[in-house]
C-alpha cells in the first residue's frame, strides 16, 4: 500500500547480520586504537552547510523549515557536526580528541550500485595533533579495520597525496588560477576525457600547454621532480608532510598498503593536508571505496579555537561490494544455537530449559505460535537453528527430552533435569553415554 | 558559531558509553530470544500517518517536501514501517516474525526531561502469532532486559490490562459511545483531575452516572466484577486472553514483575489487544517510562494478510531516569586499558607494542601529538588509563620498558622482547619476579 521512498533501503535481517558483523568489526578496531564513541543529530541548522560548502553538497541537502521556522536540514555528513561539538566544549576535552560513530545521512543524489540517498558511514577522526603519527594513525585504522573484516592487500590500497602538493604546483604558474577549480578537476580526473579534464584546468585559469604540463607532472607522481618543478617552500613541505606521514604509517603498520597517488585531492574542499582514497585493486576501479584526509582550518571557520584534524569515514554502501568482489562479505543468514520444540502441554518444561540456555548467552527460540510438530520443526530449519530440543509429553512421562542435531540429523536421549547441566552450549556429544 | 538545534542532544563519548553499554545490554537479550536486528529508513511517506494515525502524533510530525515533490516526513515511531517491510515480504518471510532494532525517532514535542524531539528507542516486534506466548515473550523480553541492566522488581512494574476489557464494557452501556475517545481519556486518567477525566467521559458519550459507574469498576481492576458486569463475550474473552497472557508470563519468568491495571490503555489507537507500560515502583510514577501491546489489525490496514502482531519498544530518554534513580546507570567514563608512552625516539618500538596490544583485543593509544613526558602522562590520566607503557630511549638501550599501574603508582622494569610475550593483558603482577 505505501512504498519505500527511492534511495532509502529496508535491512531485512539476513542482510543485516551480515553488516552488522562488517559495522562492529569496524568499531571494535576503533575502540581498540582508544577511539570513543559519539552520537550526534541526525538534523542541524541548514546554514551549516549553506554558508561554506561547495554547491555540490548545498544542492543535495534534504533542507526544510520546522515547525519553529527554523532552517534546517538532515546532515549530509558528519564532520560539519563534530567540528560543531568541538567548538562547544573544546576547553573540557583532553586533546588529542578521538571519536568515531557509525550512522546514516542524508543526500539527495541519483541512486545507483553502491550509492543511495540514505547511507551509512563510520566516521574516525582525530582533533588536536598536526603530527604526521595522527595522519598515520588514521591510516592504520583503516588498514586494520578492512585486515580485521579478512580483506588483504590483494583487495585494497590507500591512495595518499597531500592537498598543498597540487594548490603549491598551481601557485607556481604565471596565471590566476583557481586553486580550489583545479584541484576539483584532478579530482575528477580519472572519471572523465583527457580533454575534458584540460578544459577545466584552463576554465581554472591555466593556459593550454600549462594545462598539459601539469597534467604531466601529476600523473608521473615523481616527488622529487615535483619540488624541483615548483622551486618554493609550500611543495617542498607538503612533499616533506606526506613522506613523514607515510613513515609513520611504516610504524603503525599501514604503509604496504598505500600508493602515493597525487590525482588524489578528495572532491571537498574543507581538506588542507594528507588526503587519500581507498581503492578495489582486485576490480575496476573507477570510484574509491571511502576517502579521508586532513581538515585543520575547519574547527577555527566554525568559531573554535585552531584545531588541526585528521579523519577518515568508510561508507556501509561501498564497503560491501568490496567485501564481495573479495570474497570475504559475511553469509547474509540468521543463525539460532537452540530451537526448543513443544509437543502437547510442555510449556512450563519447555520454558525452564529456554530460559536456562539464554542465560548461558545462547540464542535460543521456542514455540510462541501454538504449531504442530512439524511446523515447529520447519521453523527451526528456516532460522537455521543448529539444535533442536524436543520436549514431549511422552518423552517428559520418562523425565527426558529428545536433542537433535539439525546438520546430522542424530538424535539422543537426555534426563530432563541433567539438562543443560553445567554445559554452557550442550551438544549431543555432551550426553552421549 | 553554530548552536544545536532545541530538542536534539550531542552525545560526549563519557554519556555514550553508558548509553551504549544500555543499548548492548537489551540488544544482547532480544539477540538471546532470537529477535533478528533490522534496520529502517529516517524519512518514509508523510501519509504513512496522516492517513490514519491520531492528531497528536500527526502535529508533531517533521513532515517536508523532498526535492523530487514528494511528501515524505521524519519518522516519529518504528511500528507503521515495520509493517510497511512485513507486507512487502509477507510471502517470503517465515513466521513468526521477531525483530529488533535501535534507532532515532523525531516527533516535534515539547521539551522537558526525558523527552526530547529526537529520541531512540528499542524497538522489539514479534509477527505472526496471535498465540498468548507471543505477547508473553515480549514481556519476558522486556523483563529480562531490565533486570539484566541490573533492575529488579523493586524498580520496575508492568502494569498490564486489554483493551477490549474497556471497550467492551463501554458497549454495555445504554449509549452512543466514541469507544477511542473513551480509551484515550483512561490513558490519560492518571496525568488529570477527576471532573476532567469524567468530563472527557461525557465528551465520548456517557452520561454522568455513566462516567462515574466506568470509572468505579475501572479503578477497582477486579476482573471478576468486571465480567459479571458486561456479561459479554467481548470482555469474557478480553479477560480470559489477559488471564491466559498471565500464564504464560508466569512459565516465561515475568509474572511476577506484571501488574494488572485496567486504566493502561495505551494512547496509540492501533493497539487492539494486550496493553501494558512499564513505570518506575520506586519513585514518582507520573509518567510510564515505556509501553507496548499487540496491534493485529495494523498489517492488514497497511495492505497485508491479517498478520497479528504484538511489540514494545523502551526509550532510550526515560530508561536512563529509571536506571539512574535505581542506581544502575553505567559510569559515565571512557576505559583504557594501555597508555604507550613514548619518550625521545622510540616510535618504532612504542608502536610495535601498541600493536601486539590490540591484537589481543586490549584499548590502546599511544602518542600522536609528539608531546612532552608530563603531558602524555595527564593524557594517561584523562583517559582512565589502568597501565602505561613507558618506552624510553634510555631504557630501551637496556632492552627494557616500565610497566605504571596508573592506580597504584608502582612501576616495574620488563624486557622489551618480553612484553607483552604470551600475555594476552599483561600486568605488573605477570613480570614480577
Known sequence: MYDRIKGFRDFYPGEMAARRATINGLEETARQYGFREIATPAVERAAMWTDKSGDEIVDELYAFEDQGGRHVTLTPELTPTVARMVVAKQQALSKPIKWFSTRPFWRYEQVQQGRQREFYQTNVDIFGSSEP??????????????????????HFEFRISHRDILGGVLETFDADVDTEAAIRAVDKSDKIERVEYHDLLVAAGLSADQAAQFDDLVAAGDLEAIVDFAETETVTDAVENLQNVLAAAEDFGAREYCTISLETARGLDYYTGVVFECFDSTGEVSRSVFGGGRY????????????PAVGVAPGHATLPLLMQRAGVWPDEEVSTDYYVLQIGDTRPT????????RERGNV???DVSGRSFGAQ?????????????????QDLENDEVTLKDMVSGDQIQVPVEAFPGDHDRPTLEDFDA
Open 133 to 154: 603519527e595522527a595522519d598515520a594513525e588514521i591510516l592504520a585504522w583503516a588498514a586494520d579495520a578492512l585486515t580485521g573484516l579478512g580483506l588483504t592487500g590483494e
Open 296 to 307: 585543520d582550518d575547519l574547527i577555527e571557520s566554525f568559531g573554535g579555537q585552531p584545531t
Open 350 to 357: 519447555a520454558a525452564r530449559i529456554t530460559r536456562d540456555l
Open 364 to 366: 535460543v527460540e521456542t
Open 377 to 393: 520443526l520447519n521453523y527451526a530449519d528456516s532460522i537455521n537453528a543448529e539444535t533442536t530440543v524436543i520436549v514431549g509429553e
